[in-house]
T-cell receptor
């Protein structure tokens, strides 16, 4: 257990569906991240939230919509996805203290998404 | 683009030391070297990090060359459960930044 919980573990959805991925961290961290990992590709950073404020959107299509209601929860809302969006979606969190101080990322186990 | 270069794959016999190299010839003076690993179908796991000095923890040792242009992660007694993709990442600690992962090294430990 890493202290970062993602639900659901697996999700199958059609291209017209709307679904949400949930991430919850129990570590007292103040930064949360969404990463995407397609088959046989490196992890791609999607979104970064520091202190609930989105600080990075890595040119992600608008069919992916993040939400961070508080420092412990992070959501990824999905709508009208394409089959090429099928991937492992990973959430991570970290404790950002001050600039120059190393921070470790703690990852959840991910949601394996299949878009039909 | 990732700032590091790692071999695509390596093999190691169980019980032997696994030495995973990483080149980061353009590293800046304030950038740290991090190592993570990802076991199949799981999220990446932090292993160790360092700036200039060699570091050791319960999982591994990190050896950084004096010019900081390369480093080696050492798993002293590899087990089958160490089979994973190992990522070497260089990063400056700035607000709002995140780890950028490359392709990593696939380490296969066999009995």
């Amino acid at each position: 257990e890493t202290g970062v919980t993602q639900t659901p573990r697996h999700l199958v959805m059609g291209m017209t569906n709307k679904k949400s991925l949930k991430c919850e961290q129990h570590l007292g961290h103040n930064a949360m991240y969404w990463y995407k990992q397609s088959a046989k590709k490196p992890l791609e950073l999607m979104f970064v939230y520091n202190f609930k404020e989105q600080t990075e959107n890595n040119s992600v299509p608008s069919r992916f919509s993040p939400e961070c209601p508080n420092s412990s929860h992070l959501f990824l809302h999905l709508h009208t996805l394409q089959p090429e969006d099928s991937a492992l979606y990973l959430c991570a969190s970290s404790l950002f203290l001050v600039e120059g101080v190393p921070e470790k990322l703690f990852f959840g186990s991910g949601t394996q998404l299949s878009v039909l | 683009d990732a700032k590091t270069t790692q071999p695509t794959s390596m093999d190691c016999a169980e019980g032997r030391a696994a030495n995973l190299p990483c080149n980061h010839s353009t590293i800046s003076g304030n950038e740290y070297v991090y190592w993570y690993r990802q076991i199949h179908s799981q999220g990446p796991q932090y292993i160790i990090h360092g700036l200039k000095n060699n570091e050791t923890n319960e999982m591994a040792s990190l050896i950084i060359t004096e010019d900081r242009k390369s480093s080696t992660l050492i798993l002293p007694h590899a087990t089958l459960r160490d089979t994973a993709v190992y990522y070497c990442i260089v990063r400056v600690e700035e607000a709002g930044t995140a780890l950028i992962f490359g392709k990593g090294t696939t380490l296969s430990v066999s009995s």
